[in-house]
Structure formats: C-alpha cells, structure tokens
C-alpha cells in the first residue's frame, strides 16, 4: 500500500490542524493505521492509532484530549484532527499501516508516508 500525508501547515498556538492520509490499494481496510511524528534532532515517536475498521483508537499522552484519530475505509483515508495545538507538537507527520492489530511502536509499521510538516507559533 502507498502513503500520501497532507494538510501540515504553520499555525498559532491553539489552533487546529486537520491532516490527511490517502492510501492506494484495495486491502487499507483491512490495515490498522497510525500516525506518528519527528521534531529536528529527535526520534520518531507514536502520536495515535486506529484500528481496522476505526472501532478502537489509541493515543499517546502528549495529546490525548486534543487530537482525534478517525478513518473513512470508503474513501482510503485516515485522518488526524489535531486540536489547541502547542509549540511542542512541531514536527514532522507520518502516517503508518500496519496488518493486524494496531501498535505504538514504530518498527511494526510496515509502510510509511512521505511525511507533512506542521508548525506551531508561539
């Protein structure tokens, strides 16, 4: 399956951005899907997760309470609606699909988007 992230941006402190992640083929039902994020100098790390068919979500901390994970399996897409962003979520977006069950960690992920940059002004 091929990746294509989009919908990064600049924004202020507090605002919201809502990414996309477009997947070709046939079988993105039949993935589990996540995004995960990289700010300079830093790892890779898990930002949220979904399940195959959106019934079960999984969060990091960090955003819990203001960014919601959903999929439409119709039209191939995941998406990341990020809320009251903060400087610290500057970095780097990828989106993730996985067979099975979804995962926080990033070596399980078998396929990757190209990635979308998003910043947050203080």
């Known amino acids: 399956v091929q990746l294509q992230a989009s919908g990064g941006g600049l924004v202020q402190a507090g605002g919201s951005l809502r990414l996309a992640c477009a997947a070709s083929g046939r079988t993105f039902s039949s993935y589990a899907m996540g995004w995960f994020r990289q700010a300079p100098g830093k790892e890779r790390e898990f930002v949220a997760a979904i399940s195959w068919n959106g019934g079960s979500t999984y969060y990091a901390d960090s955003v819990k309470g203001r960014f919601t994970i959903s999929r439409d399996n119709a039209k191939n897409t995941v998406y990341l609606q990020m809320n009251n962003l903060k400087p610290k979520d500057t970095a780097v977006y990828y989106c993730?699909?996985?067979?099975?069950?979804?995962?926080?960690?990033?070596?399980?992920?078998?396929?990757w988007g190209q990635g979308t940059q998003v910043t947050v002004s203080s």
């Open positions: 993730a699909a996985r067979g099975g069950s979804y995962s926080d960690y990033v070596h399980e992920y078998k396929y």
